[in-house]
């Protein structure tokens, strides 16, 4: 049976992120993101805000991203602003955030 909840958060959620490479190529990176998933009213306001408020509000953990220096960068607020920066970072996140939020199960090759 459905259970209707004020707030559901879901952890280790799988994402893709696709970047693109030398010769049209393009690399396939795999994350996860941890997600608080927010009514579809609070949705709508926070995605016109921007990429970097929604996902300061959306995304509370993540594990499988590097700095430029090759160590695992923490989650911490500066790491997800600056992240929120990079396009192919927030179009795989929001891609994975609707998959989450629509119930869509996510695949894993």
Known sequence: MFQLVKERKVKNWPVKISVPMDGGEVRTCDMT???KLVDSDEFRQLSTQGDSKLFSEVVTGWSGI???DGESLPF???NLASAC???HFTAGALSAYM???SG???TKN
């Open 33 to 35: 993101l941890d997600f």
């Open 66 to 68: 590097q700095g430029e």
């Open 76 to 78: 911490n607020p500066d």
């Open 85 to 87: 920066l990079n396009q």
């Open 99 to 101: 998959k989450a939020m």
């Open 104 to 106: 869509t199960a996510s």
